[in-house]
T-cell receptor, first 110, second 115 residues
Framework: AQRVTQPEKLLSVFKGAPVELKCNYS??????LFWYVQYSRQRLQLLLRHISRESIKGFTADLNKGETSFHLKKPFAQEEDSAMYYCALISGGSNYKLTFGKGTLLTVNP | DAGVTQSPTHLIKTRGQQVTLRCSPK?????VSWYQQALGQGPQFIFQYYEEEERQRGNFPDRFSGHQFPNYSSELNVNALLLGDSALYLC??????????????FGPGTRLTVL
């Protein structure tokens, strides 16, 4: 069964500091991985997906198949980055359901 | 485009009752998925509808059922409510069924409280 683990429930950093939100997954195949974000009083929205290899709002995430990880990184955190972040995967093939981790609440302090 | 809309916003029911939640997908989207998000947890997949049929299902009992209408809107029904069904229920829509790279757009959710 596929599983997504986000080991940190809470993460607090200062503005300008680097930030890394950890995500590990368990799935034997080649899943598609995503990061979703929920800002205060807003709906859940896609931040980035590994297949696009894109950088959104300064965030990047690299898929490491050897370590089964998909950590989200940003070199200089901003206060507006404070939000709930969810890592998610789709196992692919004929399985289209998104499996989410429990989320990490990031707080960026001034 | 208002995006994905859900109604009602909040709902309070008692154990044993039945509830129906509604979702309208983003304009142009034909695939609707439902998720349950308990407090402190990530969203958990319930099922997905396309062409008015349930295409995928998560680990939820038969008390959870759904429907999709010709205009692509969808309903989630929960029978014989339990206290543990208290959660935020999220609806998400996507453009093309089966395209796993398609972005899922989420609605604001319906907060269900079972007393």
């Amino acid at each position: 069964a596929q599983r997504v683990t986000q080991p940190e429930k809470l993460l607090s950093v200062f503005k300008g500091a680097p930030v890394e939100l950890k995500c590990n997954y368990s799935y034997s195949g080649s899943p598609e991985l995503f990061w979703y974000v929920q800002y205060s009083r807003q709906r859940l929205q896609l931040l980035l997906r590994h297949i696009s290899r894109e950088s959104i709002k300064g965030f990047t995430a690299d898929l490491n198949k050897g370590e089964t990880s998909f950590h989200l990184k940003k070199p200089f955190a901003q206060e507006e980055d404070s939000a709930m972040y969810y890592c998610a995967l789709i196992s692919g093939g004929s399985n289209y359901k998104l499996t989410f981790g429990k989320g990490t609440l990031l707080t960026v302090n001034p | 485009d208002a995006g994905v809309t859900q109604s009602p916003t909040h709902l309070i029911k008692t154990r044993g009752q039945q509830v129906t939640l509604r979702c309208s997908p983003k304009s142009g989207h034909d695939t609707v998925s439902w998720y349950q998000q308990a407090l402190g947890q990530g969203p958990q997949f319930i099922f997905q509808y396309y062409e008015e049929e349930e295409r995928q299902r998560g680990n939820f009992p038969d008390r959870f059922s759904g429907h999709q209408f010709p205009n692509y809107s969808s309903e989630l029904n929960v029978n014989a409510l339990l206290l543990g069904d208290s959660a935020l229920y999220l609806c998400a829509s996507s453009l093309r069924f089966g395209w796993t790279t398609d972005t899922q757009y989420f609605g604001p959710g319906t907060r269900l409280t079972v007393l």
